[in-house]
Antibody, heavy 121, light 111 residues
Framework: QLQLQESGPGLVKPSETLSLTCTVS??????????WAWIRQPPGKGLEWIAT???????YYNPSLKSRVTISVDTSKNQFSLRLSSVTAADTAVYYC?????????????WGQGTLVSVSS | QSVLTQPPSVSGAPGQRVTISCTGS?????????VHWYQQLPGTAPKLLIH???NRPSEVPDRFSGSKSGTSASLAITGLQAEDEADYYC???????????FGTGTKVTVL
């Protein structure tokens, strides 16, 4: 059974960089059937797609966040990561990592449990 | 501000049928991009409910069904059960935003 687990600091100071890692178990991140993605959800609000990456390194970003976001993949560790720079309180959210199909509409079929990241001094 | 609009809430009695609309535009649903639906139970991660407009993963009860027409899509829940009380989100791709977009979300309440 595929599992995704987010890890990283739960508290980040304003203007600093948020860094999260998603560890994939029960399946290979190098499968050519899937992308790997980050999605976030501010408290009490809806879902927002942040970025998607293929195991080869090809990446896609939400234009509204692109200037501050970097997504990367480490196939040797079966992990992918997110960096979000210059954070503000508006970046406080539960951050989810997810698996995304490369075809058939590119939906997100497996999700991590999510990790709450608060931005505060 | 999402480009996919859903009603904030819908409710129904146990056993009833409820529908949730997802209204988009010519740059997303109307452009032919697939619509997917997710269920988010309180305090948990979203779960895939419907993919490719109408397809249901094997573990999802057949009480859930999806449809699409023009620039809108709908999720129907028949035989509403207490365990269906959750938030529901639609999702698609938008070619003017060049990205994946989610709906505003709908809270389903079982009366």
């Amino acid at each position: 059974q595929l599992q995704l687990q987010e890890s990283g600091p739960g508290l980040v100071k304003p203007s600093e960089t948020l860094s999260l890692t998603c560890t994939v178990s029960g399946g290979s991140i190098t499968s050519n059937t899937y992308y790997w993605a980050w999605i976030r959800q501010p408290p009490g609000k809806g879902l927002e797609w942040i970025a998607t990456i293929y195991y080869s390194g090809s990446s896609y970003y939400n234009p509204s966040l692109k200037s501050r976001v970097t997504i990367s993949v480490d196939t040797s560790k079966n992990q992918f990561s997110l960096r979000l720079s210059s954070v503000t309180a508006a970046d406080t959210a539960v951050y989810y990592c997810a698996r995304q199909w490369t075809h058939s509409g590119r939906y997100f079929d497996y999700w991590g449990q999510g990790t709450l990241v608060s931005v505060s001094s | 501000q999402s480009v996919l609009t859903q009603p904030p809430s819908v409710s129904g009695a146990p056993g009833q049928r409820v529908t949730i609309s997802c209204t988009g535009s010519s740059s997303n649903i109307g452009a032919g991009y697939d619509v997917h639906w997710y269920q988010q139970l309180p305090g948990t991660a979203p779960k895939l409910l419907i993919h490719g407009d109408t397809n249901r993963p094997s573990e999802v009860p057949d009480r859930f069904s999806g449809s699409k027409s023009g620039t809108s899509a709908s999720l129907a829940i028949t035989g509403l059960q207490a365990e269906d009380e959750a938030d529901y989100y639609c999702q698609s791709y938008d070619n003017s935003l060049s990205g994946y977009v989610f709906g505003t979300g709908t809270k389903v309440t079982v009366l």
